[in-house]
């Protein structure tokens, strides 16, 4: 069974940096596709980023492509959110998946979860 621990969320300024990470246990991450996700209050859970086993190949929402960086280490099994110049938009509960053959968009596809870590960006 494979657990995902997020951390790293916390208050931060607009144009600030804040790093998230994703530590997964029960499965190598270099055998998962990994993904991050986030929920606004009254929102849906949305797609932000995912990359590949290797980590050698990423995707973004448009919000987010030029501002968030998804990366892995594979040797400390662990995914991180790297957010640049965050907004005030950008605030939400942010959500690490991993899935062992699917890697887009669609939330259902994923089969495990991590507790979320909560991020706010103030103005």
């Known amino acids: 069974q494979v657990q995902l621990v997020e951390s790293g969320g916390g208050l931060v300024q607009a144009g600030d940096s804040l790093r998230l990470s994703c530590a997964a246990s029960?499965?190598?991450?270099?055998?998962?596709?990994m993904a991050w996700f986030r929920q606004a209050p009254g929102k849906e859970r949305e797609f932000v980023a995912a990359?590949?086993?290797?980590?050698?190949?990423?995707r973004y929402a448009d919000s987010v492509k030029g501002r968030f960086t998804i990366s892995k280490d594979n040797a400390k099994n662990t995914v991180y959110l790297q957010m640049n110049s965050p907004q005030p938009e950008d605030t939400a509960t942010y959500y690490c998946?991993?899935?062992?053959?699917?890697?887009?968009?669609?939330?259902?596809?994923?089969?495990?979860w991590g507790q979320g870590t909560q991020v706010t960006v103030s103005s």
């Open positions: 998946a991993a899935n062992p053959t699917y890697w887009g968009i669609e939330k259902s596809r994923y089969d495990h």
């Open positions: 029960g499965r190598t991450v270099s055998t998962l596709y």
């Open positions: 990359t590949t086993w290797s980590g050698g190949t990423t």
